[in-house]
């Protein structure tokens, strides 16, 4: 079956909520990466989504708002940072979707409920995301002894807002669900939010070890980097794939 089109608004309606949340100040950094090298890490059924020969490797840093089941939110445990390093996703009924690779955030309740109920890669980290005026700042590290411990810090500058993103941005951007492994199959979430407010941006400065901790190898600076001040967020029932 060929993927569905790349949209800039979800092809199915959620119903009903599982989980609602807000995501803020989101930064996306991207990279090419070659299908066949990240192929092994997708779960059964999902396969690497390709445009013009090349999928996509992201990692991406926000702030996490409200998080909580159906459309009610939790005020303390619900809101905290996060950064993940994602692939590009598609399966056999069509459906484009992101594979976490790793999750981290500092809110322990909320790492041991994603792992438990979804198989989701969270990892218990110390994590800071902030952003002042048109300036943001990551400083994460995972919670693990010795100097090996995944880490990034980033500082980037928000830009111009794009009337237009194009292609790439849309491709990269507009994705519908995700696909997991839990409880020995694989599934799917579909989200559904509105349309991402996109803005160039720019890196000033990137350390960061998530990449090749999640099993992925990049060659320079991100080829592409996007923010967007934010959106709110629904997601519904788990689907197999």
């Avoid at 218990?124 to 995301?129: F, K, Q």
């Avoid at 048109?134 to 009337?163: F, K, M, Q, Y």
């Avoid at 803005?199 to 992925?216: C, F, K, M, N, S």
């Amino acid at each position: 079956m060929l993927p569905e089109r790349v949209t800039a608004l979800a092809p199915r309606a959620v119903r009903p909520t599982l989980l609602s949340q807000y995501w803020r100040d989101v930064l996306f950094l991207h990279w090419p990466v070659h299908p066949a090298a990240v192929a092994p890490l997708l779960p059964p059924g999902a396969f690497p989504d390709v445009r013009n020969g090349t999928t996509w490797a992201g990692l991406v840093a926000f702030s996490m708002e409200g998080l909580g089941p159906g459309r009610a939110a939790l005020p303390y445990f619900g809101t905290f940072p996060e950064v993940n390093v994602r692939l590009y996703s598609v399966d056999g009924h069509g459906r484009r979707g992101v594979v976490f690779r790793s999750l981290d955030c500092p809110r322990l309740s909320a790492v041991l409920a994603a792992r438990a109920a979804l198989g989701l890669p969270y990892r218990w980290s110390r994590t800071r995301w902030t952003a002042d005026g048109d300036a943001l700042h990551l400083a994460t590290r995972v919670h693990r002894a010795g100097s090996d411990a995944a880490r990034c810090v980033l500082r980037a500058r928000i830009g111009p807002r794009l009337e237009r993103p194009g292609p790439l941005a849309d491709f990269l951007t507009g994705r519908w669900g995700l696909h997991t492994r839990a409880a020995g199959r694989t599934l799917y979430l579909p989200v559904e939010h509105p349309p991402w407010p996109l803005h160039q941006a720019e890196v000033e400065h990137l350390d960061e070890t998530l990449l090749r901790a999640a099993g992925i190898e990049v060659l320079g600076p991100p080829a592409s980097v996007l923010f967007s001040p934010g959106v709110p967020v629904r997601f519904g029932p788990t689907e197999r794939r």
